[in-house]
Structure formats: structure tokens, C-alpha cells
């Protein structure tokens, strides 16, 4: 109950002043349009100074990071020390190798989903930065920076292209230039969701065309996306750069899937793979 005095001094029935209450609405205001470089970007935790990638200790450990455990050709994670998972093994990798920060699961997982779904941009520069600490850690040594492209029907309805996103925060971050419509996408391919990886391979060829070719000829290019799965996207990307007369294609995406052998349903029913790189 308020008493008369309160109500003067400006209390509210919870005791907090008229004042408080409006810089907590603020607060939670200014929180859904950006993160403070102090907050973790995983759960919101308040992290004692800004760490890059934005993580804090508990949401990194619930990350799988990428380290030696991995595909030598397309980075994904393998089982029992392989140098090399079957995909690429058995089929033509265009890119000379790809490397990602995590497997796509758990935090990585929400962090790419609210990226590319839930609109949340400012998650952008956080993702890149551990982005370009792979990159520094790999010793990719490039010339400039592609985007992998949506269609302009699909960036329409999105709004934006998660991967130009991630491309042009990690070209300012290592002061390579961004070459932005050298690469296009030209036509939908159809969802990827269900598709075995030489079904993907098929469903994405002919898709991309590189529309400046004086742009790509003779450059060390880095590609990045957010995701890798089977790599076909990847490797189709690549390809068409090299066809350009490109000198070198190395990939860069924030997760990448486990491989799994193509017998197995490597689907659930959550997953939203259907959007991913179309
Ligand atoms: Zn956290
Ligand atoms: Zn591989």
C-alpha cells in the first residue's frame, strides 16, 4: 500500500521510483534492438568485458568447437581420426578446403537460426569475429571476400542475405575488399532439406553464374556462409569462381554439420535445412 509520502516522492505499487521504472523500460526497449558488447550473444548473461564471438564461458562449452578433429578437405567434424570424411573422398571438392568455427548444434545452432530467421542482425559482427579468428588461425591467406548468394526472389522475402551479413563484417574486419555482385545467384533450386549429397550436388548445379569475371580472375578468394552441410553449395560456388579464372577458393562458414553416412536419416524434424542455401 502506498503511503501518501511515497506516492509523492514518486514510488510505484512494486517500490520502485517513477524514474526506475522508465529506464527499465528503456533498457528493455534499447535490448530488442541491439546486444551491449557486454552481454553474451548465446544466453544473455552479462559478461564481465566484451569477449570476441561474444560467448560467455558456459555457452562456449556448450559449443563444440572445431579444432584438429576434422575433414582435412571440407572441415566437418569425423569420426575415429580419419584425415578425410567419405563425401570427400568419394566426390569432387572444387573448394581447395573449407573450415568452419563450430559443429552446427546447440548454441551455434540457435545463434545462426535467430541470425537467419528471427531477423537478428546485430548477431552478425559477433559470429564473424570468431569467423575471422578462424580464418587467422588457418593462415588463409586471400585476396577478397564473396558473399555465397541468395536469389533476389529469396533476399526479397527475407530482407537480407545472412551470409552478405557475415561477409561484409569479416572483409572490414581483415581489410580485404568485399566483392559484392561478382556472384549471383540465377535461378531456385529446390529445397535441399531431403537430399542425399549427389542429389544436392545435381540440385545446385548451373545455379550460380559469376557476372564479373574481370573481378575474380587471378584472386585468392575467400567464400563464406554461415552454414556448411554437405558441402555441394560450397563446392558448386567454387567451381564457377575457378571456371572464372579464379587462383585460389577457401571457405569460411561460422558451423558446419556432422558428417553422416548416407544410409542414415541425417534429418530431424526441427531442422530447417530446407532454407538453408537456397
Ligand atoms: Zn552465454
Ligand atoms: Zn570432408
Do not use: W
Amino acid at each position: 500500500m502506498k503511503t501518501g509520502t511515497e506516492a509523492k516522492r514518486g514510488y510505484g505499487v512494486f517500490g520502485t521510483r517513477r524514474g526506475d521504472r522508465a529506464k527499465i523500460f528503456f533498457r528493455k526497449a534499447r535490448s530488442l534492438l541491439y546486444v551491449d558488447r557486454c552481454v553474451c550473444v548465446g544466453c544473455g548473461a552479462e559478461l564481465p568485458q566484451s569477449v570476441r564471438g561474444g560467448l560467455c564461458s558456459e555457452c562456449l562449452s556448450r559449443s563444440i568447437a572445431l579444432g584438429s578433429d576434422i575433414c582435412a578437405k571440407c572441415g566437418r567434424i569425423v569420426a575415429n581420426e580419419a584425415d578425410y570424411c567419405d563425401t570427400c573422398i568419394n566426390r569432387d571438392r572444387h573448394f581447395e578446403k573449407a573450415r568452419s568455427c563450430f559443429v552446427y548444434d546447440g548454441v551455434p545452432k540457435k545463434l545462426i537460426y535467430g541470425l537467419k530467421f528471427g531477423g537478428k542482425r546485430y548477431l552478425a559482427p559477433f559470429l564473424a569475429e570468431s569467423m575471422t579468428d578462424r580464418y587467422l588461425d588457418e593462415n588463409y591467406d586471400c585476396d577478397c571476400v564473396i558473399a555465397v548468394p541468395l536469389s533476389e526472389k529469396r533476399k526479397k522475402k527475407r530482407g537480407y542475405n545472412q551470409s552478405e551479413l557475415l561477409a561484409e563484417e569479416i572483409s572490414g574486419q581483415l581489410k580485404l575488399p568485399l566483392l559484392t555482385g561478382a556472384l549471383e545467384k540465377i535461378r531456385d533450386n529446390k529445397a535441399q532439406a531431403k537430399l542425399r549429397v549427389n542429389e544436392r550436388e545435381e540440385n545446385v548445379r548451373g545455379a550460380y553464374e559469376v557476372k564479373d569475371k574481370a573481378a575474380v580472375k587471378g584472386k585468392r578468394i575467400l567464400v563464406v556462409d554461415d552454414v556448411i552441410t554437405t558441402g555441394a553449395t560450397a563446392s558448386e560456388v567454387a567451381h564457377m569462381l575457378y571456371k572464372a579464372k579464379a587462383r585460389s577458393v577457401k571457405v569460411l562458414t561460422y558451423a558446419s554439420t556432422r558428417y553422416t553416412a548416407p544410409s542414415e536419416n541425417i534429418f530431424d524434424e526441427e531442422d530447417v535445412y530446407e532454407d538453408e542455401m537456397v
